[in-house]
């Protein structure tokens, strides 16, 4: 009752199992137990101690195994149908411990890279910031600090700078009350501050473009030489004193504290009328 198709290693039980076993089960092993060099190298440095122990006899044991078998002698002498499942299954075990251990160590260190990587970011980023935000700061002291205002808020021009019976006035007149307060144009350093003949009580500060403003008249002096001010920051406050006909501010400007110019396109410049 045999047919042709029984004559296959499948179904021929019992019959020839042996030599069929000791031919098969190298197939499987050939692919890492019986290649020496790098992968039997890999497979022993990233076992642990007792799969290392192990791992050593099985590669001698299998490669005699294909030995016998080249030569066509099939021989189960060294390595029985029981001993090459085992091998087998235990070399599959190993494989895949293996590639686990490889794919987990990959993973993790794909993990601290984007975490490097992610910090570094975070760092450039407050870094930025912090930069753009001195700069922003920076800016702000110095707009504050270079700020230009007016001696007086809502003062009567009364004169301008020009000739007038046959002498230069040298700047121009604000009409307000006796007692108004006069404020430091922008940030200087007082360089005079007293009684000075036909000025009455002046005050000159000099600013942080070297621009002089002169104020004249004043009934009374805040400041002393050598006072840094800030812009906007009380000084004195205007009065009728010196040669003057009524109550009212003297305001001179002398660019780089040369000679005094017509005070209305240089307050015009700075936006301030
Ligand atoms: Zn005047």
Redesign the pocket.
């Known amino acids: 009752m045999r047919s042709p198709s029984y004559s296959g290693r499948h179904r021929a039980p019992g019959r020839h199992r042996a030599p069929r076993r000791a031919l098969r089960v190298p197939t499987g092993l050939r692919a890492g137990f019986v290649l020496p060099g790098a992968a039997a190298a890999a497979l022993v440095v990233t076992a642990t101690g007792a799969t290392v122990a192990d791992s050593a006899p099985v590669s001698a044991a299998v490669s005699g195994a294909r030995g016998a078998n080249a030569t066509g002698k099939p021989t189960t002498q060294e390595t029985g149908p029981g001993e090459l499942d085992r091998l087998e299954q235990e070399h599959d075990r190993l494989q895949h411990e293996q590639q686990r251990e490889m794919q987990s160590a990959a993973a993790q260190s794909r993990v601290q890279t984007a975490h490097r990587i992610a910090r570094t970011a975070e760092r450039q980023a407050v870094a930025k910031k912090r930069a753009a935000e001195a700069v922003k700061k920076a800016e702000a002291t110095r707009k504050a600090r270079e700020r230009w205002v007016m001696p007086i808020k809502g003062a009567t021009f009364t004169?301008g700078y020009g000739w007038r019976w046959g002498r230069l006035?040298q700047?121009d007149?604000f009409g307000t009350p006796v007692g108004t307060p006069l404020a430091s144009m922008s940030t200087g350093t007082v360089r005079f501050a007293g009684w000075e003949g036909g000025y009455g009580n002046k005050i000159e500060i000099q600013y942080w473009d070297g621009t002089v403003s002169v104020f004249?008249h004043l009934s009374r002096v805040d400041v002393k030489v050598g006072d840094k001010v800030a812009p906007g920051e009380v000084v004195g406050h205007s009065g009728n004193t010196g040669h003057s006909t009524g109550p009212h501010l003297?305001l001179e400007i002398h660019p780089d504290g040369g000679a005094a110019i017509d005070p209305a396109p240089w307050l015009h410049a700075h936006h301030l009328q």
């Open positions: 004169s006035h700047g007149d004249g003297h």
